[in-house]
């Protein structure tokens, strides 16, 4: 199987920067084998898919990011 390389940019602030990092070092993996591991952990080959994707988990809390204080 093929599969057609693409590259996904995505900005993020110092805070969830530091969240990617300890969730990654907790996973004992570097940041962007860990962001490549969450996108496989579901199929996502269009934005088709995307699209569904993100509206299934619209309003999903274990996505959002809460400030601590």
Same mark, same amino acid.
């Given at each position: 199987?093929?599969?057609?390389?693409? @590259? &996904?940019?995505?900005? &993020?602030? %110092? *805070?969830?920067?530091?969240? =990617?990092? %300890?969730?990654?070092?907790?996973?004992?993996? %570097? %940041?962007?084998?860990?962001?490549?591991? &969450? @996108?496989?952990? *579901? *199929?996502?080959?269009?934005?088709?898919? =995307? &699209?569904?994707? $993100?509206?299934?988990? $619209?309003? !999903? !809390?274990?996505?959002?990011?809460?400030?601590?204080?």
């Amino acid at each position: 199987m093929t599969y057609m390389s693409t @590259i &996904l940019t995505v900005r &993020l602030t %110092k *805070e969830e920067q530091g969240i =990617l990092a %300890k969730r990654s070092r907790r996973a004992g993996m %570097k %940041k962007a084998t860990f962001v490549r591991k &969450l @996108i496989r952990d *579901e *199929e996502i080959a269009t934005g088709a898919d =995307l &699209l569904a994707w $993100a509206e299934r988990h $619209a309003g !999903d !809390d274990r996505l959002r990011i809460t400030p601590r204080k």
